[in-house]
Each structure stands twice: as structure tokens, then as C-alpha cells.
């Protein structure tokens, strides 16, 4: 069953701690996105890769760090520089024949 | 730079009542535009995209939106909500390089029974 997953859905950290957010597609996409998630802000790009070992800044990329080291794999690392953290964080991968991103279930990070 | 707006917060509709969620985009050309739904806690599920051509497209769920480049708009409809449509939504537009997705800030349908 093909799909994109998110691990885990709820992760509790505490001050100053980096916390690395899985996520993992079967889909054969290449590309692979990072978006977070506030309230009433909508979706904002933190990170995205085109190919593998590849990635660009997004629109809020500071106090994040992201790897590219397989096609199928994308994982979010949340610093301790990351000023805000708590937030939805959202995975997707996109179909290049069809320019369409599809989206994993989230992760929801709070910070204690 | 390219946005999006979706100029309603929130919108309450009764059940087997018509919906309309507005969308507009600022972009010159025409852009890649699609809505996505989602429900409290979840991802988003892709409802329906337009990229060119047949300026009204339908979706999954029975939704519908239209397109119109006079209007900068690409309005959601479905004709009969049902108490299972109550999510939020989302408009976004597709422009740039590597494919980014630029967002509204979302709609929250209320259905009333």
C-alpha cells in the first residue's frame, strides 16, 4: 500500500533538546517537502529536496536541519535553536508527472 | 510574490445547504492551483487541481471549483454539504521553482444538522 508516513504523530521535547521528525515515502516520488503548521497561518515551507542528496531553504528554515540521503527517506531535525517549535510539522512528496504533492499524517511537536 | 488568500475564517453552512469557499491568487500567469481538506489532526487530502484547460474540475467527494483569470479566483463548491464535510480547507498555488506550494491560511467549514 503506497503512502507516505510520519513517525511519531505526537513527540514532547524538552528546552534546548533537538528532536528529529521521520518521514518516509514508497511512492517513488523524488521530491519531498517540510511544512509547519500554526493556527490560523496556514502551511509554510521549512525545507524541500528535489533528488537525493540534494535540499533547499524553504520560508522559515532557520533552527532546522534536513538529510537527503535516500530517496525514500526525509528526516526533519528540530535544533534547540528553533526559537517556537510547538506546531504541526507535515511531510508530503510530489508526483513529478503531475506536479501534485500528497501529504503524510503529521507529527505534532510540543514543546514542555 | 505570489499568495494566496482565502478571505473566509470560518464559514457554518447547514446540512444539504450549497457551499462556496473563496479562493483568490495573485500571480501573473496562470498559476497550478489546488484545494486540499483536512481534518483535525490528519494530513491533507487532495480534493481537486487545475493546471490548465477546462476551466471547471471536478473533484473527489463531489466537490467542483472554477477557475477564473478575470477574477484571479478559484472558488470551491459542492451543490448538498453533508455533516461529514465539516474540515478545514485549503487553497495553494504552485509557481515557483521546485514545485513550493504557497497556501492560504485555511477555511473552517461548520456544518449545522
Known amino acids: 500500500d503506497g503512502g507516505i508516513t510520519q513517525s511519531p504523530k505526537y513527540l514532547f521535547r524538552k528546552e534546548g533538546q533537538n528532536v528529529t521528525l521521520s518521514c518516509e515515502q514508497n511512492?517513488?516520488?523524488?521530491?519531498m517537502y517540510w511544512y509547519r503548521q500554526d493556527p490560523g497561518q496556514g502551511l509554510r515551507l521549512i525545507y524541500y529536496?528535489?533528488?537525493?542528496?540534494?535540499?533547499q531553504k524553504g520560508d522559515i528554515a532557520e533552527g532546522y536541519s534536513v538529510s537527503r540521503e535516500k530517496k525514500e527517506s526525509f528526516p526533519l531535525t528540530v535544533t534547540s535553536a528553533q526559537k517556537n517549535p510547538t506546531a504541526f510539522y507535515l511531510c508530503?512528496?510530489?508526483?513529478?508527472?503531475?506536479?501534485?504533492?500528497?501529504f503524510g499524517p503529521g507529527t505534532r511537536l510540543t514543546v514542555l | 510574490a505570489q499568495s494566496v488568500t482565502q478571505p473566509d475564517i470560518h464559514i457554518t453552512v447547514s446540512e444539504g445547504a450549497s457551499l462556496e469557499l473563496r479562493c483568490n491568487y495573485s500571480?501573473?500567469?496562470?498559476?497550478?492551483l489546488f484545494w486540499y481538506v483536512q481534518s483535525p489532526g490528519q494530513g491533507l487530502q487532495l480534493l481537486l487541481k487545475?493546471?490548465?484547460?477546462?476551466?471547471l474540475v471536478q473533484g473527489i467527494k463531489g466537490f467542483e471549483a472554477e477557475f477564473k483569470r478575470s477574477q484571479s479566483s478559484f472558488n470551491l463548491r459542492k451543490p448538498s454539504v453533508h455533516w461529514s464535510d465539516a474540515a478545514e480547507y485549503f487553497c495553494?498555488?504552485?509557481?515557483?521553482?521546485?514545485?513550493?506550494?504557497?497556501f492560504g491560511t485555511g477555511t473552517q467549514l461548520k456544518v449545522e444538522l
Open positions: 508530503a512528496s510530489m508526483d513529478g508527472y503531475t506536479d501534485t504533492q500528497y
Open positions: 511512492l517513488n516520488h523524488d521530491a
Open positions: 529536496s528535489q533528488i537525493v542528496n540534494d535540499f
Open positions: 500571480y501573473g500567469a496562470t498559476p497550478y
Open positions: 487545475y493546471f490548465s484547460g477546462d476551466t
Open positions: 495553494a498555488s504552485n509557481t515557483g521553482g521546485g514545485n513550493k506550494l504557497t
